[in-house]
């Protein structure tokens, strides 16, 4: 990418649930391509997500970006919400509890940053779409405003030669808010697992991490060893951040 401004990103998150959006938050961080203009959090409890961030950002030395909390629930309120009960985990301690969100909704924020920037922000939605469709049902300008909606989500063939049996989790919990968000005529460049399964971090790429030395390097290696595929079976897929790195350097992966 051609040296000049860095590309301003929101990052709507469910963090904690999959250790890949850690990791994603991790690479915009540490990318001086990208700048993170503020993180939206999604589905389930939006305010343990967003103590998550508020942690990691704390142990990157980050205090100017905001963090809110968004929708809750699907956008019809029609399936039950996924919770895999190890969010958090090994990241906040009972001070933690003190980390508080900014008080504008996710959804008003995302409208708000793309109005007052038109053509500059890039919205990146590694969660399920609910508070993306939401801002689009506000605001009918918001299309025309975004620069551009990256998405981690959705299959297309399935990965590889492997039929998938069964929908993509993002897509899946909440398919009303992507019906609205794939028509929205907004530009949208869709990372599927077509891709994403193919990217996977293993003991010797969190040992790359840790070796960064800070606390925030252990925190995010801490998290990724922790997440229990990886624990299991020693590898996980870093679905998220494939899609961030797509806004870094275009060309990773073919379009």
Known sequence: MPSHEPTQIILDTDIGTDVDDAVALALILCSPELELAGVTCVYGDVTL???????LLALRGVSNVPVMTGARQPLLGLRPVYWAGHEGKGLLEP??????????????????????????????????????ALAFLREPRLAQALAHLTIMG???????????????????CD???????????VP????????????????????????????????????????PPFAARGYTHMHDPLAVATLIERDIVRL
């Open 95 to 132: 001070e933690d509890e003190a980390l508080e969100p900014a008080p504008e909704h996710a959804v008003d924020f995302i409208v708000r940053k793309a109005l007052e920037a038109p053509g500059r922000i890039h919205l990146v939605a590694i969660g399920p779409l609910t508070n993306v």
């Open 175 to 185: 398919p009303e808010a992507a019906h609205v968000v794939f028509s929205s005529g």
């Open 49 to 55: 997500r967003a103590r998550m961030v508020l942690k």
């Open 188 to 227: 949208i460049t869709m990372v599927p697992l077509d891709v994403t399964t193919q990217v996977t971090i293993r003991p010797e790429g969190v040992a790359r991490i840790r070796a960064g030395g800070t606390a925030f390097h252990e925190a995010i290696a801490r998290q990724v060893e922790l997440y």
């Open 154 to 172: 959705g299959s297309v063939r399935g990965p590889g030669a492997f039929h998938l049996p069964y929908a993509e989790h993002n897509i899946r």
